[in-house]
């Protein structure tokens, strides 16, 4: 018999600076700096904590388009046995070589999604000391934040953008507006809570999608994230006279664990595939989907969290809304014993969303090597300590794991 205790974690181990890639930078901007959209938006020479760097400016040949499949949900729901084997085939496909499709046939009411975008228009559009009030504080995931100015030094992004929390608790978006900006928002919350409800319900049914490609069966990712602790994100990104010469968002993989994205008509979502970077065309009627770190990690790598941006444009202001699907704070991730193998061994360690949250918020700028930093960091910030012993024959082993 061998008994093996859970591992002692703590509930949120303070991390130490990766060993490579971005770190975020201990010194604020000069206190000057402020996006203000209504001002910069017409501003022929944008500050230099916006121009970033050559190999990341936007090229001519980025438009280019990447099409991705368009999976009919409603066809796997049905249960059919054909339509599911053949929807988490083409699904599987997809996020083998790139983590990117779209979803129609979703049941997300179309007047939702028009009155979500309508309800951004009106808080964007206001002045930026109204918007402040719910300004992002340091470290935190949620709130209002203006291009970031008060975390990054160089390389911001023209965009601005508001992010709060969705769980099961009841009326936890309403209650956030309704707390942070007053009762004049009360719609505002009313709007963006039944927009979070149908995502929560939407990407569970991703995940019975998912859960089918990788052999686990329906039920095997959506009980994972039956109880999600989420984040939504509204993101406005105003015009810009000098759009060769910044980003919208800079190139990053998503650290959450999957996310479902309403683009307006403008478009200026891109992602890297084959070496070259492509553009997802705006699709109404159409969810983009892409994989998340947390999820490639629970697949054991088997399915791709890849490179993505936004760009910006001149001519017309875009919007799009993002719901990231994460799992419970406390939840370990972890992929299913039928992912590993002698083929395809564990490829990160065990965490929970919480520990990567907070290294992505407080330690590290995600980029394309987030994923790889922090399962670098666990690995060399925790002590594994083996005691075994035989007792009448029987080989006891206990293990013990500690964060130094």
């Not at 970033?52 to 280019?64: F, L, V």
């Not at 930026?128 to 970031?148: P, T, W």
């Not at 929390?165 to 007053?182: A, C, E, I, M, W």
């Amino acid at each position: 018999m061998v008994h093996m205790p859970s591992c002692f974690k703590p509930e949120s181990p303070q991390a130490p600076p990766p060993s490579s890639g971005e770190l975020i930078t201990k010194r604020p901007p000069p206190p000057s700096l402020v996006f203000d959209a209504s001002i910069l938006s017409h501003e022929l020479n944008i500050p230099s904590q916006f121009i970033w760097p050559e190999e990341d400016k936007p090229t001519p040949d980025a438009s280019e388009e990447l099409h991705l499949p368009l999976i009919d949900l409603q066809d796997f729901l049905s249960g059919n046995p054909t339509a599911m084997s053949d929807v988490s085939r083409i699904v599987g496909d997809a996020c083998e070589r790139h983590g990117f499709f779209q979803v129609i046939n979703h049941g997300v009411d179309h007047e939702l999604l028009r009155v979500a975008l309508l309800c951004m228009d009106s808080f964007f559009s206001m002045p930026l000391k109204d918007k402040q009030k719910a300004q992002r504080l340091a470290g935190e995931c949620c709130g209002y934040a203006s291009s970031f100015t008060g975390r990054f030094s160089s390389k911001l992004p023209w965009k601005e953008t508001l992010s709060f929390r969705f769980s099961l608790s009841p009326n936890v978006v309403h209650d956030y507006f309704l707390q942070t900006l007053g009762h004049e928002f009360r719609h505002f919350g009313d709007v963006y809570q039944r927009y979070c409800e149908a995502m929560s319900k939407l990407s569970l049914e991703i995940m019975e999608v998912l859960g089918v490609s990788l052999g686990v069966g329906k039920r095997g990712f959506r009980d994972f994230f039956e109880r999600n602790d989420s984040i939504m994100r509204l993101n406005y990104y105003p015009l810009c006279q000098r759009p060769d010469q910044t980003l919208g968002t800079g190139p990053h993989c998503d650290p959450t664990s999957l996310t479902i994205l309403h683009q307006d008509h403008v478009g200026g979502l891109q992602v890297l595939s084959d070496g070259k970077w492509r553009t997802i065309r705006p699709n109404p009627n159409a969810f983009v989907v892409n994989i998340g770190d947390t999820f490639m990690a629970l697949s054991n790598g088997r399915y791709k969290s890849c490179l993505h941006r936004a760009v910006v444009n001149s001519d017309e202001t875009r919007k799009s809304l993002a719901f990231f699907l994460c799992p419970e704070m406390s939840k370990i991730v972890r992929p299913p014993c039928s992912l590993v193998d002698s083929e395809h061994p564990r490829v990160y360690p065990d965490f929970t969303w919480s520990a990567l949250l907070e290294f992505t918020q407080k330690h590290y700028r995600a980029d394309t090597k987030t994923l790889d930093a922090f399962a670098e960091w666990l690995l060399k910030s925790q002590k594994v300590i083996i005691i075994s012993s035989i007792e009448n024959g029987t080989v006891f082993v206990f293990v013990f794991l500690f964060f130094l």
